[in-house]
């Protein structure tokens, strides 16, 4: 644990040393969260049942968190290590491989917990509530920067298994379709017969689900399980692949 709480601070005082790396980041979720709401806002007011009483915000609100922790930051910062040789260093050192990617991840969750605390005081500014309550928001917050762990993952094993910059920052380019092929802009029900069924089948809308069951439903245990489930299988997965290619990693 040691080694690994040693590796995570490093990461963390990366980000806060670069923060020009972390902060444009923020910029695409509240992008879409303002300009999906701007456009879509007057269609689906407060009144449209699937809303409970809330405006559009609530409802864009748990992709714009999504979009915020789902980064490949710690396989671009893994990838530069690999290319600069201090990689190779930590692979000498007197420490556990697997403590390399701990630390890595670690990182991940106290950035996810930035980033989604922030877009979420940004939907509590455009009107949005938690119908969940406090410990809602809480779970909230919690929930998606789990989500960016897994997500984080994916950057790692790319960056182990490819050592390229490139490869590594377009893996970022995965998520865009698993995101627009769930319920982003509609409930499931109100998608077309196709589009519902590939909706399905994604892992990530029941992370959406599950989120957005907090914001404007409250306590949707069964939604929330499917949500927890998915991100656990995620981390377990990824993390379990990373894992692997750092311990066959030949310098």
Known sequence: MTEIALLARRSVREILRYPEATIPGLF?????LAVNVGQVAKT???????LHGQGYVAFQLPVSLMFAVATAASGLAL??????????KLLA???RRSSII???LAADFVRGLVG????????FAFGAHIEAGPLGAVLLVFL???????YAGFGVLVALRTRNVQATNTSFLLFFPLLFLSPNFVPFD???????????ANPVSYVIDGLRSLVIEGWEWDKLAYCTLVIVGLIAILTTLSLRAIEQYDR
């Open 28 to 32: 695409i979720p509240l992008f879409f």
């Open 102 to 104: 701990f630390g890595r």
């Open 144 to 150: 998606a920067a789990c989500f960016g762990v897994g």
């Open 93 to 95: 050192a007197p420490i």
């Open 116 to 123: 989604s605390t922030f877009v979420l005081l940004a939907g």
């Open 44 to 50: 689906f007011p407060s009144t449209t049942p699937f």
């Open 190 to 200: 109100r998608l077309s017969p196709v589009m519902e069924a590939l909706a399905r």
């Open 79 to 88: 990838v530069t290590e690999i290319d600069i040789g201090y990689f190779d």
